[in-house]
């Protein structure tokens, strides 16, 4: 066996929350190694929320400039994905080449070794990669950041066909003439409008009876309601049976309809690969589908975890809430530990949904007494100013027994610019009374919340 290199802390998968994490640590003075097998930064600058966010800006584009006619004269729009992909390539990506990030986190003091980690003991990582095998002895301990990749679903005959992951839509070069989306979450909503946009002839298909199935249904139904409005198809209670490609285009069956489109996308969701980790040599379950943690983001002694793999809401925002906790812990800083109540979630469709803390379904089924409150944007003073592309409301979840929201989503114009109050409130646990107490600037699509406020001693409250 090779003898161990001995630094202080191994950082395994550098994405958001474990590039700063190693990077920080580096700083303090501690001798920190980042390993990372893709690129130094993980999901979101590379294949995730900044190209996602870029293409979503530039569709928006388009979306306003049709709604110009009855508003502000005449408009004609050609849509033209080449700057897009321009954008993607030159400005968010450097043609997916990580030089800068690498760079940054060695400039701080770390330590980059590229290659495949695996916990092969306490306290021990061992790293193959193109220039060999390296173990690692960690005299603090491990950080896990290894994220999630695309999870394909064993569905007959998908294998083997060249279907598009998230990795493989954000470089795209030329917009299919049509698609199918498996998987209306997230991010298959958001691709899907995307591309409806700039011309693509768009189907989603959701197994789960409605679309961004983890929000309010009035969110979704509101969602489905636009998407067909832009003409993208929908079919919602509908698990794709057979994929098969025929060269030129993918046909997908569902129970009772067949769809044919010349690219095919899967969005069905995220897999993380524990055993391929080694977490076992840690005292880990290998088999779980994430890694639990204690506040202080502490997995066994010596191990902690951040980010998408604890299963705490697979978001940037979290990697990095999750990051500095560990580092403050590792760095004996004290602090506060992690608190989940108020975590925001935002889909960035056109209207943007964005949520909070708890749905109703969620507040009820935790055994809270609830009164909801919910206001249309459109009937708001600034929803009706805006008049095209109004769409949307604000609805609050309180627990009517101590008097404070518990969650709440708007959706909207700005949607999850809005949230921003609302994800205050549930988070300091902000007494009703007090949000009542108070001026909402005028006309502002978050004075949408003193309506749905108002609403719950009224009807629509329940
Ligand atoms: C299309 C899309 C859009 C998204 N949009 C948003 C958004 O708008 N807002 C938002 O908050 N989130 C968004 N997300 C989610 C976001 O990208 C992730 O939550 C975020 O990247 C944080 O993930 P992470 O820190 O857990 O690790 P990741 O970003 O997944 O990075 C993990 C890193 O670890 C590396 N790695 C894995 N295993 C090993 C190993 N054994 N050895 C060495 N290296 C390893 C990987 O190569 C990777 O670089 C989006 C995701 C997708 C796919």
């Not at 992909?85 to 997916?96: G, L, V």
């Not at 007494?431 to 006309?443: F, I, Q, S």
């Amino acid at each position: 066996m090779d003898h161990p290199e001995h630094t202080d802390v191994v950082v395994i998968g550098l994405g958001p929350g474990g590039e700063y994490a190693a990077g920080t640590l580096a700083e303090a003075g501690l001798q920190v190694t980042g390993i990372e097998s893709r690129l130094v930064g993980g999901e979101c600058p590379y294949f995730g929320c900044v190209p996602s966010k870029m293409m979503i800006r530039a569709a928006n584009l388009i979306a306003e400039t049709r709604r110009v006619p009855g508003m502000a004269g005449a408009s004609t729009i050609t849509p033209d994905w080449s700057p897009v992909a321009q954008r993607i390539r030159e400005e968010a990506t450097d043609y997916w080449n990580d030089k800068v990030a690498a760079d940054r986190f060695t400039g701080k003091g770390g330590h980059l070794v590229r290659g495949h980690g695996k916990i092969t003991g306490p306290r021990e990582v061992t790293v193959s990669g193109a220039e060999g095998t390296r173990v690692l002895a960690a005299r603090k301990g491990i950080v896990i950041n290894t994220g999630t990749a695309p999870a394909i679903p064993p569905i007959m005959g998908l294998a083997g066909t060249p279907y598009w992951t998230n990795r493989d839509i954000v470089q795209a070069e030329r917009v299919p003439e049509s698609l199918i989306i498996l998987g209306g979450g997230a991010i298959g909503a958001e691709f899907a409008q995307v591309f409806a946009r700039f011309g693509t002839a768009v189907t989603v298909v959701e197994a789960l009876p409605r679309l961004v199935s983890f929000e309010e249904p009035e969110a979704s139904a509101l969602i489905e309601r636009i998407f067909a409005a832009e003409g993208i198809r929908v079919c919602t209670d509908a698990p794709a049976e057979r994929v098969s490609h025929n060269g030129k285009c993918f046909t997908v069956h569902l129970g009772n309809s067949i769809h044919t489109a010349e690219q095919l996308l899967v969005a069905t969701g995220r897999r993380v690969d524990l055993a391929g980790l080694g977490v076992a040599a840690a005292g880990l379950d290998d088999k779980a589908r994430t890694i639990p943690t204690d506040g202080w983001m502490r997995a066994a002694d010596g191990v902690w975890a951040i980010g998408d793999v604890t299963g705490k809401g697979a978001f940037t925002h979290m990697s990095m809430y999750q990051a500095d906790i560990a580092v403050r812990d590792i760095l004996g800083q004290g602090g506060e530990p992690a608190d989940y109540r108020a975590v925001p979630r935002v889909t960035f469709t056109d209207p943007e949904v964005g949520s909070v803390g708890l749905t109703e379904e969620q507040a009820r089924a935790a055994g809270l007494r609830v009164r909801t409150g919910t206001t249309q944007v459109p009937y708001t003073a600034r929803g009706w100013i805006h008049k095209a592309g109004n769409d949307g409301f604000v609805k609050v979840v309180e627990d009517a027994e101590r008097s404070v929201l518990v969650g709440a989503t708007s959706v909207g114009p700005c949607g999850g610019e809005v949230l921003s109050a609302l994800q205050v409130a549930v988070r300091a646990e902000v007494p009703v009374a007090t949000l009542r107490n108070m001026p909402y600037a005028y006309p502002t699509f978050y004075r949408a919340i003193e309506d749905a406020l108002a609403k719950l001693n009224g009807a629509g409250s329940s």
